[in-house]
């Protein structure tokens, strides 16, 4: 069998391509709003009701299935929160847009440390039943931000009286007036998680080379270096597009 504490190449790539789109979007966002640069495939609906949404989830679950592989999923979990927390004051003290007030550092955090204190039983959750379950609460909670639970027309909405108080966003339910660059409340997002939870170990102990082959070097680094990355990339962005641009549009070219 496997060495559990190994890295499988397939989940840093698939990690890494997340990542990259990520940096993509992220990177169409701030010419938009920074640089004053028409992107019209940016305001495509496709984009953001499918493709975005299909990403993240992707790159949770990837981050999710992880968690049965590290040694040290408490650790990862404060660093993570902590790089959180540093990211919700690094937008309060710049100024720049919206703050960070629960985004996908957050996120992580705060479920690899509910791994770390669940993991035994967690453990005992037969996986592929576990990851079908966290997959279908997903889809009954993906309306829960936005005051409903279902799915299409399958749509119940929800007492408003739950979204009155300004200290439950982490969970779901943003209160009058909430807005944050980056959101990923722990519902529904925390479903998609649990279920690469549950899908960590079987993809471990699976047999086939297409999980344990390097397919791309270059993606698995950006998976390996995800954290680091996406700590970076947003000041690089902001502070660096601008007057890169700028000096484009002085040379003459027509951006």
């Not at 305001?43 to 493709?51: M, R, V």
């Not at 550092?105 to 770390?116: D, I, Q, R, S």
């Not at 279902?150 to 739950?162: A, C, R």
């Not at 070097?217 to 390996?224: I, Q, Y």
């Given at each position: ?65 992880c968690c049965p592989l590290s040694r040290h999923p408490l650790r990862r979990g404060l660093l993570a929160l902590g790089c959180g927390l540093a990211a919700t004051a690094a937008t309060l003290w710049a100024g720049v847009g919206l703050p960070d007030w629960f985004g996908i ?151």
């Amino acid at each position: 069998m496997r060495n559990l504490t190994s890295r499988f190449p397939l989940l840093d790539e698939a990690r890494g391509l997340c990542l990259l789109l990520m940096l993509l979007y992220h990177g169409a966002y701030d010419l938009i709003a920074y640089c004053d640069i028409s992107i019209p495939l940016y305001e495509s609906p496709l984009l953001h009701q499918l493709l975005q949404p299909f990403f993240a989830a992707l790159f949770i679950l990837i981050s999710g299935a992880c968690c049965p592989l590290s040694r040290h999923p408490l650790r990862r979990g404060l660093l993570a929160l902590g790089c959180g927390l540093a990211a919700t004051a690094a937008t309060l003290w710049a100024g720049v847009g919206l703050p960070d007030w629960f985004g996908i550092l957050h996120f992580l955090g705060c479920m690899k440390l509910l791994y770390a204190a669940l993991r035994r039983p967690l453990e005992r959750i037969p996986p592929y039943l576990g990851a079908l379950l966290g997959v279908s609460l997903f889809f009954l909670f993906y309306q829960l931000p936005y005051g409903a639970l279902g799915w299409g027309p399958f749509t119940f909405p929800l007492p408003q009286t739950l979204y009155q108080w300004d200290w439950l966003f982490p969970l779901g339910l943003p209160g009058p007036g909430f807005s944050s660059s980056d959101y990923f409340p722990l519902l529904p997002w925390g479903m998609v998680f649990l279920a690469g939870v549950c899908l960590g170990k079987p993809l471990s102990q699976h047999p086939s080379r297409v999980f344990h082959t390097s397919h791309c070097p270059a993606l698995a680094w950006l998976g390996r270096h995800s954290l680091f990355l996406y700590l970076l990339h947003q000041p690089v962005l902001v502070f660096g597009l601008p007057p890169i641009i700028q000096g484009l549009r002085v040379l003459g070219l027509p951006i």
